[in-house]
């Protein structure tokens, strides 16, 4: 298995939003570039407001995701955001998202 070359911008082990946030202050056309740049924007808005966890752990499937900038467009999202709630309703850490998943 190839590993991300956005997940390459981290180190080994669980990433966190706050790791996103610092790497992103910092890239500049000398660390980076632009299509990173926008590889972690991108994995920084889907963590924290379509799929935020209350441990501000990223999903490993985000980093293939964003690496593929030329077809994010094409991505399903809806079924991913389901899947993420039908998992959140499965584990019954929250009682009330049914509502969501009707919505979907």
Do not use: A, T
């Amino acid at each position: 298995m190839v590993e991300s070359s956005c997940r390459k911008l981290f180190p080994r082990g669980k990433v966190h939003v706050k790791m996103i946030y610092d790497i992103v202050l910092k890239v500049d056309e000398h660390v980076g570039g632009i299509e990173d740049f926008c590889r972690l924007y991108l994995l920084l808005g889907i963590s924290e407001f379509l799929l935020p966890n209350r441990n501000g752990i990223v999903f490993p499937i985000l980093f293939s995701i964003v690496d593929d900038l030329h077809n994010i467009g094409e991505y399903n999202w809806g079924g991913l955001v389901y899947e993420y709630l039908v998992g959140i309703e499965d584990q019954r850490k929250y009682k009330s998202l049914s509502f969501f998943i009707l919505l979907l």
